[in-house]
């Protein structure tokens, strides 16, 4: 009765092992499906493209690029240093000086 038993156990074990290995070729499968689509050319331009736009280094790159533009802008344009108005010249040159310390600061 034992030996019976025991087998009866182990055909058990046996089967559940055998709906384990399915399940995990399932999961192996579906895993592999996922890799393929991932290495598609569009796919990682996607992913590449939304890294490149969460990055929080772009962010304040770019604010400080445009940053820079519009004071460069302001003090070559509005108040220019090259003007025959020397309060004009002296104006443009100051603000051209404290518009890069604040900018070199942040």
């Known amino acids: 009765m034992k030996a ?3 087998k009866t156990i182990l ?4 089967a559940l092992l055998k709906n384990k290995q399915a399940d ?5 499968k579906e895993q592999y499906h996922n890799t393929i689509d991932s ?3 569009l796919n990682l331009i996607k992913s590449a493209t ?3 736009i969460s990055s929080s280094d ?3 790159n ?3 690029g445009v940053i820079g533009l519009g004071t460069n802008y302001l003090s070559k344009n509005l108040l220019n240093e090259d003007s025959v108005n020397p309060v004009k010249r002296v ?9 890069k310390n604040f900018i070199g600061n942040k």
């Open 4 to 6: 019976i038993n025991q």
């Open 11 to 14: 055909k058990e074990k046996i």
């Open 24 to 28: 995990d070729f399932l999961v192996l």
């Open 39 to 41: 290495f598609k050319p």
């Open 50 to 52: 939304q890294e490149f």
């Open 58 to 60: 772009l962010k304040s």
């Open 62 to 64: 770019l604010i400080n």
């Open 91 to 99: 104006l443009g040159k100051v603000l051209k000086f404290a518009l």
